[in-house]
């Protein structure tokens, strides 16, 4: 078998190429950045990361559409361990559906992470957003979630700090977002294909 029908095979990409999606994708609402997504969109079935430094830049804001339409079907929304109790007529007009989300508020982060994986593969969730700072076992937690989100078929997002950039990670998608001059920008250290230095998605 040659290089050209290698490239040809589901799950294969070329370094320099976006991948062919081998999950499902959930428009995002910036064309711009679905753009730049493996198959055009958020990832569904598998474990993403958003990097930021401080609560309410628009770290959450910029996924609205994913998380609206990883709702459909009647499937809930699961909000874990949040910095603070989502903001119910932002979510709204966003069109989130408040009545299929599930606010989650573990005593530790252990207990953070075996409820996101619990969410995750139950089927009954269509995303688990998870925050959470330094854990034991990490790597191994990420990886649990990872399994979760593919049993589930569910969009897992993990909100963390942009210092735990230099942390190894099974995600398959790493986002790094912060706020410059009114807008968010945002690059993509990790995705399956050519990394991305910079994005401006939203004012």
């Known amino acids: 078998m040659n290089v050209a029908e290698l490239a040809r095979l589901p799950g294969v990409w070329r370094g320099g190429e976006l991948e062919r999606a081998v999950h499902s994708t959930v428009a995002t609402g910036h064309a711009a950045l679905d753009r730049e997504l493996p198959g055009g969109g958020w990832p569904m079935g598998t474990l993403s990361e958003v990097l930021h430094e401080g609560v309410g830049i628009g770290e959450v804001g910029f996924l609205a559409g994913a998380i609206a339409r990883a709702s459909e ?65 990490q790597y191994a937690w990420l990886r649990r979630l990872q399994m979760a989100a593919e049993s589930g078929r569910a969009m897992a997002v993990f909100f963390r700090a942009a210092a735990d950039e230099a942390l190894s990670t099974p995600a398959h998608l790493r986002v790094v977002v912060w706020r410059e001059g009114g807008v968010l920008r945002m690059r993509i250290p990790k995705r399956r294909g050519p990394p991305l230095a910079l994005l401006t998605v939203a004012s």
């Open 73 to 137: 079907g009647d499937r809930l929304v699961a909000w874990i361990n949040t910095p603070h109790v989502p903001y119910a007529p932002a979510l709204a007009q966003m069109g989130v559906p408040l009545d299929r989300c599930v606010v989650i508020n573990p005593q530790s982060a252990e207990d953070a992470l075996w409820a996101a994986e619990q969410a995750l593969k139950s089927g009954a969730c269509g995303a688990a957003l998870l925050w959470i700072s330094h854990v034991k076992n």
